[in-house]
C-alpha cells in the first residue's frame, strides 16, 4: 500500500512539472521578444513559423525562390552581440540554408536587406535534423543577386 502511494505521488509530480514546462519555442519566443524589446527595434514581424524578421531595404521586384542561386553579404550573432559567422559576396543555392534564411530572404528582393531572429527550430537544413543548439540566432543580410 505504501509502494503504490508513493508511486501515485511520484506520478503526480513528473506529470505536474512536465505539464508547467515551456517548449524550446516558447523559450525562443521569449528571448527574441525581450532582445527586440530591450534593443528598441520597432518594426519587426512574425511568420506563421516563428521567425521574427524586419525588412530594413525592399529590393526590387526579383524575389528569391527556394530553387534559386543567390549572392549575399551577411553577418549572423548571437543574443549578446558576439559575431559567430559573417561573409561578403557568398552565393549558394537558397535550398542548402538554414530554414530561416529559406523564408526570410523570400521576403526582400535583390538589392534588400533583412534583419532575422532565427529560433532554434529554423536554424537547420533539413527538417528532419535535430536542432543544432538549442539557442537563438541574429543575422543581417544583405541580397545581392538573384540567379
Not at 21 to 48: C, G, L, M
Not at 101 to 115: A, N, S, T, V
Amino acid at each position: 500500500m505504501k509502494l503504490k502511494l508513493l508511486f501515485l505521488i511520484l506520478s503526480t509530480i513528473l506529470i505536474s512539472n512536465a505539464c508547467k514546462k515551456e517548449s524550446q519555442a516558447e523559450i525562443d519566443q521569449q528571448k527574441i521578444e525581450e532582445y527586440i524589446s530591450t534593443n528598441n527595434i520597432d518594426s519587426v514581424q512574425i511568420s506563421s513559423t516563428g521567425l521574427y524578421y524586419k525588412i530594413l531595404r525592399t529590393g526590387n521586384s526579383t524575389y528569391p525562390t527556394i530553387s534559386n542561386q543567390v549572392t549575399v553579404n551577411y553577418k549572423g550573432y548571437f543574443l549578446d552581440g558576439k559575431v559567430f559567422d559573417s561573409g561578403d559576396n557568398k552565393s549558394f543555392p537558397l535550398s542548402r540554408v538554414i530554414a530561416g534564411w529559406q523564408e526570410g530572404l523570400q521576403y526582400i528582393g535583390e538589392g534588400g536587406k533583412i534583419q532575422l531572429f532565427v529560433p532554434s527550430a529554423l536554424f537547420m537544413v533539413i527538417k528532419v535534423l535535430v536542432v543544432f543548439l538549442q539557442i537563438v540566432y541574429l543575422f543581417e543580410v544583405d541580397l545581392i543577386d538573384v540567379l
